[in-house]
């Protein structure tokens, strides 16, 4: 057979961690692995080998690959939707600009559309001018500090690019717009904006009794919303609430909008729909819809009754289609005309699924919104179910065949030009420039038998395996299956070849079946095994007895299939270990003994004997036959006492082995003291964060880690904390709440013991404390108890805010503080490590590499400065007096070694500190050029923007 990237058939396998080991290993110096990767990032079910193949398809900068990428930013997963957004400004794709607008207004994921901005600016410059201004109103900060970032580079030389900037913050009406323009003008030395300028975001201030619910803290917020009855309300806060990034505050919001079950409510809480770009506000909606009580027709009626708004809509025609209600969707069939392109996308979405409504429903293919035009295609692509609508389908996309403009749209054209046989269609789609459009022309008129010679002979030895799947036959399938460098082409070969097995000559499809056993691919070798006869040629028979030692399960049910389907089976390998030639073959006899011997009778053991006593046999076989031994009854040897000598002693159960742990005093280890809460911990608190395996999680814990940071969405943590991997009572584990509150905080510290299977933890934190009224006596008593009651070894708070810790450790003993930490943010340093030293409380620090600004050069410094790396900032913060651990949240294996290096030497050395305060004192001088919602960009070239692509920056 024609050799196959190994790493490629791996990237077939069954196993989604084999699948993202592959993705790695696939050579793309060649197209057949480049388009193994596209194949891969456009099909395979796992999101993390999807995002992994657009990664590397952006390394290979191979333009043939950006209509794939581009469809990939319609994947459902944000991880596949970013990479692929890198991978179009790897290639510098200015197909990516008109994408990138739509995704500026919908992207739901905030990160994945600062990848958009970022990537439209490094591949188009000036030419993206517009979108980074519309980023400058987006919601999210990091979302406009991309957009900052970029603008601060193209300002820079550009005259046109400033004017343009401050003509956009004349007119308008966002403080965030204005803030951001008045940060350009101090990077470009004019002169900023009036000081009165308005701040970013003006938040409304509560209508609630005075001070009655506000706060800083949403935790404070939340604890004084579930003391208040829902009528001491308003609405609009409730409603407000469903957009916050508090959690706990959101889902009490949801309860108390359903316990007021005022229509009021739902009219406002709708609006939410139409601002994907806000997190989890739509999905709170939704929730609160499907847990309402309400009459769904009437509340349809309601939204119709009402000037349209797009998410509302959508709402209302969904449920029109659902109801079948004849009333609501005459009502709502207007609205698919309607002048605002969102309103009518959203009329369709319910449209779609009502058979009266599909003349409307096919016009739309005429509407010059392309997003308007993507519900008749999605429909399409679901294939209609009756026949008729199925050809009406049909026919409206060939004749929307000339206005057809995306990939996506053509394929379409393609397919309906195929199921109507349009053979002129066909080939004018069989030339596109597309390969996937193409490929749907060229296999629909290979079927039908028009291409010529030279056309087959052109698709057959293109170089998309695409192309060369569609054009397939009987014949050229057989060739295929044996040498196409492309994997999925054999695949699709040996299926073809499959479904015409009865039209094949015998000998044809035994030469297929035994050319693909031998495959390195496992699927093919289960076909070719289905493809056998354990009656047929003595050939055969070996071929599936091999088949069914092989290492994949898939591959050895479809040998024992076919073995256990053969009447004579036991005649035929009889025969065949009697056999010269092949029959030799330690595995074959192996593997025939064992289906000769299956059933265990008398015969069986007559057979066994006599091989036993056969000295020709290989001492491989012998081997086997004697282990065979053990699956006959004991009296069964009784007239066979040379044969009983020679069976093996039964293998005693193994003892459970004991459990792996690692030494209390790891050679990689300096545990320190946590204050006097009694703990010893690692100089590094590891976080799940990120998902890191439980393997790895053991790997750092041998490394002498036994400091764990946990939360209960840290899945691969909390199955490593609740596994035989090592003892428990060797860890020290950090959780905490979001919460305030006595019972709120005895809540959530019964979910977590529960979570983790134990009756104690060792450190519970408040998470994120913003404000002095989270750590009153009333929270700090509730810990206390719980403390005295064992559930807990020790408790404190986790905040970025140093004037309220310290103010908190005069106040109360609290035994442990978390705060804000890093040679940018080295405050911390004059007064709460030495009042915590002072008086024994514990102290843990996160955000060491300052989210990753300390690993990047600061503005105006010199390019052949010395860079920290995330170990230096590390050991930054653990060599000031009190510290004694630092938050580590590694993205990767990789990130985890490194970060390791920390436990061998824990503390910076005397003569790099200085250098390294002087770089945190650059990178914080760049930060204090922000107000309170923009951040510094390094600024610089396209490169640069590449860069801020690339940047995993750590979260702590």
């Not at 209508?207 to 506000?214: E, M, R, S, W």
């Not at 599909?358 to 739309?364: E, F, G, K, M, T």
């Not at 070894?793 to 930490?821: K, Y």
Request: charged content about 30%.
């Amino acid at each position: 057979m024609g050799l196959l990237d190994p790493a490629a058939v791996r990237l077939l396998d069954e196993n989604a961690e084999v699948r993202r080991d592959a993705v790695d290993a696939v050579d793309t110096s060649a197209p057949p692995g480049r388009f193994a990767l596209r194949q891969a990032l456009l099909t395979d079910e796992d999101a993390e080998v999807r995002a992994s193949a657009a990664r590397r398809l952006g390394d290979a900068r191979d333009e043939r690959f950006v209509p794939a990428l581009l469809e990939a930013l319609g994947d459902p997963m944000p991880s596949v939707r970013d990479r692929a957004w890198r991978a179009l400004a790897r290639l510098g794709a200015e197909a990516l600009l008109p994408p990138v607008s739509r995704a500026l207004r919908e992207e739901p994921v905030w990160w994945v559309r600062r990848a958009a901005i970022r990537a439209a600016a490094s591949v188009a410059g000036t030419g993206a001018l517009e979108l980074l201004l519309e980023a400058l109103e987006d919601p999210f900060w990091r979302v406009r500090n991309a957009a900052v970032q970029a603008l601060a580079w193209l300002g820079e030389a550009d005259a046109l690019v400033r004017q343009r900037v401050r003509a956009v913050a004349d007119g308008s009406r966002m403080g965030a717009v204005r803030a951001a323009t008045a940060y350009l003008e101090g990077v470009w030395g004019g002169a900023a904006l009036a000081p009165e300028a308005p701040p970013l975001f003006v938040p409304e201030p509560l209508q609630v009794g005075a001070g009655a619910l506000d706060n800083e803290d949403p935790a404070v917020v939340t604890a004084r919303l579930e003391r208040m009855p829902a009528s001491d309300v308003p609405v609009s806060e409730l409603v407000k609430w469903l957009g916050d990034p508090h959690e706990p505050l959101r889902a009490l919001a949801r309860r108390r909008l359903r316990e007021r079950r005022e229509p009021e409510a739902l009219r406002l809480a709708l609006r939410w729909l139409d601002e994907p770009r806000v997190p989890h506000a739509a999905g709170e909606v939704q929730a609160l819809l499907e847990r309402l009580d309400v009459d769904d027709v009437a509340l349809a009626s309601r939204i119709l009754d009402e000037p349209p708004r797009p998410g509302a809509v959508g709402l209302a025609a969904r449920v029109a289609a659902r109801r079948a209600h004849a009333g609501l969707l005459e009502r709502i069939r207007p609205l698919a005309r309607h002048p605002e392109p969102a309103v009518r996308r959203a009329a369709l979405s319910g449209l779609v699924h009502d058979p009266e409504s599909r003349a409307v429903v096919l016009s739309a293919l005429e509407d010059s919104e392309e997003r308007v035009r993507e519900g008749v295609l999605a429909a399409w692509e679901r294939r209609p179910v009756a026949p008729e609508a199925l050809e009406a389908h049909a026919r409206a996309l060939v004749a929307f065949a000339p206005a057809a403009r995306s990939s996506r749209e053509r394929r379409a054209v393609a397919e309906a030009a195929a199921f109507l046989e349009d053979e002129v269609l066909l080939a004018r789609a069989s030339e596109d420039e597309d390969p996937s459009v193409r490929a749907v022309a060229l296999a629909a008129l290979a079927q039908r038998g028009v291409l010529s010679e030279a056309q087959l002979r052109a698709a057959s030895t293109h170089e998309d395996p695409w192309i060369r799947a569609a054009v397939l036959d009987t014949e050229s399938a057989r060739a295929a299956c044996a040498s196409d460098p492309d994997l999925s082409v054999r695949r699709a070969a040996m299926r073809l070849l499959v479904s015409r097995r009865y039209e094949l000559p015998l000998a044809e499809s035994r030469s297929v079946a035994l050319l693909g056993s031998g495959s390195p691919d496992p699927w093919i070798r289960a076909r070719a095994a289905g493809l056998l006869q354990a009656e047929g040629e003595r050939e055969e028979l070996g071929a599936l007895l091999r088949l069914s030692l092989d290492t994949s399960p898939m591959v050895r049910a479809a040998a024992a299939s076919v073995l256990e389907a053969c009447e004579t089976l036991d005649e035929r390998l009889a025969e065949l270990l009697q056999s010269p030639g092949e029959a030799r073959t330690e595995d074959v006899r192996v593997s025939a003994y064992t289906w000769l011997l299956r059933r265990a009778d008398g015969p069986a053991f007559e057979r066994l004997c006599a091989a036993l006593r056969d000295a020709s046999e290989p001492e491989r076989v012998t081997s086997h036959l004697e282990a065979l031994t053990l699956v006959f009854p004991d009296e069964a040897f009784a007239a066979a006492p040379d044969i009983e000598r020679r069976r093996p002693t039964r293998p005693q159960r193994a003892k459970m082995a004991p459990v792996r742990t690692a030494p209390e005093s790891s050679p990689h280890s300096s545990r320190r003291p946590l204050g006097r809460t009694g703990l010893s911990v690692s100089p590094l608190v590891l976080s799940g964060a990120h998902g890191l395996s439980a393997g790895a999680l053991a790997e750092a814990h041998e490394a002498g880690v036994n400091a764990f940071f946990w939360e209960p969405r840290y899945t691969e943590l909390t199955r490593f904390l609740r596994s035989g991997r090592t003892r428990r009572d060797g860890l020290v584990v950090v959780a905490g709440t979001y919460h305030s509150g006595a019972e709120a905080i005895r809540r959530d510290v019964r979910a977590a013991l529960r979570l983790l299977r134990t009756d104690r933890l060792d450190v519970f934190l408040l998470f994120w404390v913003r404000s002095r009224e989270r750590l009153d006596a009333e929270n700090f008593e509730a810990l206390e108890a719980l403390r005295a009651e064992g559930h807990l070894r020790a408790f404190g708070f986790s905040t970025h805010h140093r004037d309220i810790a310290l103010e908190a450790l005069r106040q109360h003993p609290w035994p442990v503080v978390m705060t804000r930490h890093s040679a940018a943010h080295p405050g911390a340093e004059a007064a709460l490590f030495p009042e915590a030293l002072a008086r024994g409380t514990g102290v843990l620090t996160f955000t060491a590499t300052c989210y990753g600004r300390l690993l990047r050069p600061a503005p105006g410094e010199p390019v052949d400065t010395l860079l920290p790396s995330a170990v230096d900032c590390y050991r930054y913060a653990l060599s000031q007096p009190g510290v004694g651990a630092c938050l580590s949240a590694p993205r990767n294996h990789r990130e985890l070694k490194q970060n390791l290096e920390v436990l061998e030497r824990p503390w910076m050395m005397p003569d790099v500190l200085a250098a390294m305060r002087a770089h945190g004192a650059r990178v914080r001088a760049a930060n204090q050029r922000f107000n309170a919602l923009v951040r510094q960009a390094p600024g610089g070239t396209r490169d640069t923007l590449l860069a801020l692509l690339d940047e995993e920056a750590s979260d702590v």
